[in-house]
Structure formats: structure tokens, C-alpha cells
Nanobody, 122 residues
Framework: QVQLVESGGGLVQAGGSLRLSCAAS????????VGWFRQAPGKEREFVTG???????TYADAVKGRFTISRDNAKNTVYLQMNSLKTEDTAVYYC????????????????WGQGTQVTVSS
């Protein structure tokens, strides 16, 4: 059974950094695209960043220059390094996977993690 497990969330002050991890089981990340999404209270789930199986990356405008997605296929893990955090980055962060490609449409993804809370205080 495929499982994606996020970790690394927490409470941080504005301007600080966090690194989220997304570890997969029963799924080989090297042939999957992985996306990070987030959902704040009362808002729709939104795309943050994604990486294709080839390593190509895309970012939402709101996080460009501050967030970095990376993958370690040997560890079957994808990371989200978040720097210069802002209060508006507060949300539950989810990783998701689909074969080969990432993308900004959450309905394209087959597998989802349970989410990890990121709270940025002012």
C-alpha cells in the first residue's frame, strides 16, 4: 500500500526557515512527479512547487526565490526547503505523487500524504 508521510512542520517566526520531508513507501519516487501543496483555513488547496521524475522544477510565484524542492531518490524522499517564511505561508502542507510528472492541478495526483502544519508567527 502506497504511503506518503510528511514531516518537519512546526512553529517558526517570520523570516525563519523550515525543511519539510515527504517519504514514500511502496512507491519508487525516481519515476514519479511530486508536488507540494498547501491549504490555509478557509482557503482552497494551492500548488506550491513540484518536481518531475527528471528533476525539472516549477514554483508558484508566491514562493519563488524562497522555497526549494529537491529529491533524494536513494532515500525515496522529497524535500521542501522554506526560507524567509512569511505569516501568509501558514497552512497545512501536503505532498502528492503521480507518475512521471508534477503539475499545479491537485486532481492530477494519485497519492497524498496526511499533511504537516506550518505556522509562521509575526
Amino acid at each position: 500500500q502506497v504511503q506518503l508521510v510528511e514531516s518537519g512542520g512546526g512553529l517558526v517566526q517570520a523570516g525563519g526557515s523550515l525543511r519539510l520531508s515527504c517519504a514514500a513507501s511502496a512507491l519508487t519516487f525516481s519515476s514519479y512527479g511530486v508536488g507540494w501543496f498547501r491549504q490555509a483555513p478557509g482557503k482552497e488547496r494551492e500548488f506550491v512547487t513540484g518536481t518531475n521524475w527528471s528533476g525539472a522544477r516549477t514554483y508558484a510565484d508566491a514562493v519563488k526565490g524562497r522555497f526549494t524542492i529537491s529529491r533524494d531518490n536513494a532515500k525515496n524522499t522529497v524535500y521542501l526547503q522554506m526560507n524567509s517564511l512569511k505569516t501568509e505561508d501558514t497552512a497545512v502542507y501536503y505532498c502528492a505523487a503521480r507518475k512521471y510528472y508534477s503539475g499545479s492541478n491537485p486532481t492530477d495526483y494519485n497519492y497524498w500524504g496526511q499533511g504537516t502544519q506550518v505556522t509562521v508567527s509575526s
